[in-house]
């Protein structure tokens, strides 16, 4: 039996991905740009030449339907790259709530693909593990890189992948203001869906995002936080703006998610460089330089802006940590 254990840190786009055009490559509608984070890493360990099927523990729970389902499609193209066929066991374990909006399917599949590489043998380059943790997740492409990274949306499998960006601006953190820890109510891929099929603004939204996400890598170019800050509250309103669109309507904000944009608006009025976003839950992520984050959590506080706040930083890239057995 030989063991490969990775682990991986969740990101925050920045600018958002919001929409499939192909739902089974995960081709994304838009491209989208992230900021992988110093906290909350998933480990994954992917074991092979014990098990006559696939088993998936996560958290020590068999994973079975869709979720496990995620996880043989990445295992399926790692065999299918690698030309071998036996069968994995899988364990994986999160220090982030599953499923609360705070990415960590895109910690788990990066790790996921990454662990699962270098168990079958393949050779595979950031930019190949990108494309497979992918089509676990679509924002798990993102994790491969540390700090910034930019998902180009491409048009098919060979051209839909992140890469990593540059920085040369004052060192970023991203203040995550946790409201809940609920499992959130509709899952962000059936999410996407209606909102592709059902909202008339979802054109404008794939539209708006090409021309956004091309500003945004000139400020991320240019080292431009404000900018950059900006343009992340703008992508995560028209998101959430397309999701309200919908048929029915999806709402991820809650009333505590809309008082913390207003708390962060308050402060920038009071001359701080604060800017929030919010993926596909309540949680509310803020966008700074790292010299004002104290002062930031502060401030929210003063306000009375009611959350647990943990302040997190550009973290690495998806790697493997431990290898066992041959
Ligand atoms: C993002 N989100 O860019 C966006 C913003 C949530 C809101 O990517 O269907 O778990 O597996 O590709 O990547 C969450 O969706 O969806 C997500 P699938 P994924 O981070």
Not at 199 to 210: E, I, L, M, N, Q
Request: aromatic letters at 6%; a negative charge; charged letters at 20%.
């Amino acid at each position: 039996m030989s063991t490969s254990t990775a682990t991986a840190h969740p990101n925050i786009a920045l600018a958002k991905y919001w929409g499939k055009r192909d739902e089974e490559l995960i081709i994304p509608a838009t491209g989208s740009l992230s900021l992988t984070l110093d906290v909350f890493p998933t480990t994954t360990s992917v074991s092979l030449g014990h098990s006559d099927d696939d088993v998936v523990m996560l958290d020590g729970v068999a994973l079975s339907g869709e979720e496990s389902a995620r996880v043989r499609t990445v295992l399926d193209r790692v065999r299918a790259l690698s030309g071998r066929a036996e069968y994995a066991h899988v364990v994986s374990a999160n220090t982030v709530p599953t499923a609360a909006g705070l990415a960590s399917s895109a910690a788990a599949f990066a790790a996921l693909a990454t662990a699962a590489a270098d168990a079958y043998g393949l050779e595979a380059d950031d930019r190949m593990l990108s494309r497979i943790a992918r089509r676990g997740s679509g924002s798990a492409c993102r994790s491969v890189f540390p700090a910034l990274a930019r998902w180009n949306a491409g048009t098919d499998d060979l051209t839909s992948f992140a890469e990593p960006l540059d920085w040369s601006g004052p060192e970023l953190a991203m203040i995550i203001g946790v409201v809940s820890t609920k499992r959130k109510a509709i899952s962000s891929r059936a999410a996407m869906q209606r909102t592709v099929q059902s909202s008339p603004y979802f054109p404008a939204w794939v539209d708006s995002s090409a021309r956004l996400l091309e500003r945004m890598s000139d400020a991320v170019a240019d080292g431009d936080v404000d900018t950059l800050g900006e343009l992340t509250e703008q992508s995560a309103l028209r998101m959430h703006a397309s999701m309200f669109g919908a048929v029915p309507p999806i709402r991820y904000l809650s009333q505590a998610s809309i008082a913390l944009f207003d708390a962060v608006a308050e402060l920038r009025a009071d001359g701080l460089s604060a800017y929030a976003t919010a993926d596909a839950g309540p949680n509310v992520k803020i966008l700074c330089r790292a010299d004002d984050s104290a002062a930031i959590v502060e401030g929210l506080r003063s306000i009375g802006a009611d959350a647990e706040y943990v302040v997190a930083h550009a973290g690495p890239g998806a790697r493997i940590i431990e290898r066992e057995g041959a």
